[in-house]
């Protein structure tokens, strides 16, 4: 460590997954203010995806999520290889110097330590933490953080026994060592097996524990889920969707989005091995204080395509049914606009095909509701309406003028006007 100034906010930023979706929007824009004024200089450092064939996809991909959903211009630190030339080496490691916002995501956490080990990256990520700035790991970058990082690939896909890599520990930056970050940590993908805890489940990731120094514990950070660890500020927030867990052993204390507590409370929930499973502020002698953040600092954005396609196909539908011919359209635009948002999330799936063919059944009903027509609501009140402009004009024929207002009022607060004119009385919707 340099021992220098910190130079504005130090922020370390875990993010379990979603870090390129709308759900994340506003957590990366808050971050982005707390550095000053922009422009803020800002780099993705795509070694933890660096071995795939797409990785210039997921770079740009990257690259067009934080310019146009984010409004932040950042440039790609390249380091996709230990073997790459000396010049380009050179020219990244001055991009990661000169930037107050770091960002990684997805990729292979083991292949990015095997790529970062015996060069100056992680100290310069220990240096950002030191003298000021933001490092916000997410998904499998942020498997890197702690003492110790779970090779996922080689387990969960290869068949390897669960072990331990030895990890970068930025976390002892943050008050938190001997910590390991399990990303992902609430995944439900695998339907009817156990793909919790970043794909390991419950058997393997208590397999691991037992691997664990004395004092070591587990981070658990939910998908869509963030924690901002403000060194200055010594606290921990939590936003997004889901909890930060702090794990023990098979013991758990759950945070969730809204929190925030010291980090030395993080650590001390961290240190209790014979806790129950119980949420923050439960109380007990180790149970963490919390204060909750504003409201709009909980996100609200589906957390999947998926979520936004159904709410919307159900309220498509129901604008359809009641004839509703602007809505109907508002649902297809709003639907195109999720299909653009979510295409630069890092996660693939068959989410967008499936948005896709829902946006095409939108049109299709859209078309057939031209062909025939919507229904007209003055078709469909007319006879109503008809029979109290009737009984109005006959209470007036009779000068009860009172039951004829009040017929009158009840019309208008209906949506509907009457007006008297010299042919007749007419009416008509307001809207």
């Not at 119980?278 to 979520?307: F, Y």
């Amino acid at each position: 460590m340099t021992g220098q100034r910190a130079d504005g906010p130090r922020l370390l930023v875990i993010m379990g997954s979603g870090e390129t979706s709308p759900t994340m929007v506003t957590t990366h824009r808050r971050l982005i203010e707390r550095l000053g004024p922009p422009p803020v200089p800002a780099v993705l450092l795509d070694t933890p995806f660096g071995f795939q064939s797409n990785a210039d996809v997921l770079a740009r991909r990257a690259v067009d999520y934080f310019r146009e959903s984010v409004g932040l211009d950042i440039e790609v630190a390249t380091w996709r290889s230990a073997a790459a030339s000396t010049l380009a080496s050179e020219r990244s490691l001055a991009r990661l110097r000169a930037a107050r916002y770091v960002f990684a995501g997805p990729g292979s956490p083991s292949y990015a330590l095997r790529q970062w080990a015996g060069s100056p990256v992680p100290e310069l990520l220990a240096a950002k933490l030191e003298t000021g700035g933001c490092v916000t790991f997410a998904s499998a970058a942020a498997l890197t953080l702690g003492a110790a990082t779970v090779p996922v690939y080689e387990i969960y896909k290869v068949g390897e026994d669960p072990r331990w890599l030895p990890g970068l520990d930025l976390l002892s930056a943050a008050g938190l060592p001997g910590a390991a970050v399990i990303p992902h940590y609430d995944n439900a993908e695998g339907g009817n097996h156990d793909t919790r805890f970043c794909y390991l489940g419950e058997p393997r990731l208590a397999a691991l524990e037992q691997q664990l120094d004395p004092e070591a514990f587990v981070l658990g950070v939910d998908e869509h889920t963030g924690v901002i660890f403000d060194l200055e500020g010594e606290r921990a927030t939590v936003v997004g969707k889901g909890s930060l867990t702090v794990r023990k052993q098979g013991h758990s204390v759950e945070l969730p989005a809204g929190t925030t507590v010291t980090i030395a409370e993080v650590r001390a929930a961290g240190q209790v091995g014979a806790t129950t499973r119980r949420q923050a502020g439960g109380g007990g002698d180790h149970a963490p204080s919390t204060s909750s953040t504003p409201p709009e600092d909980r996100q609200e954005a589906s957390s999947s395509l998926a979520e936004a396609v159904g709410f919307l196909e159900a309220r498509f539908d129901a604008a359809v049914a009641e004839g509703d011919v602007d809505a109907a359209v508002a649902c297809v635009l709003d639907l195109d606009t999720a299909i653009v948002a979510w295409s630069r999330d890092s996660l693939q799936s068959d989410q967008a095909d499936i948005a896709r063919a829902a946006l095409r059944r939108m049109i299709v009903r859209l078309g057939e509701l031209a062909s025939a027509g919507a229904p007209d609501p003055r078709a469909a009140m007319g006879p109503l309406v008809e029979a109290l402009v009737d009984a109005r004009t006959t209470a007036r024929l009779s000068g009860d003028w009172a039951t004829a207002d009040a017929v009158r009022n009840q019309l208008l607060r209906a949506g509907v006007e009457v007006n008297d004119t010299p042919e007749g009385t007419r009416w008509r919707l307001l809207s």
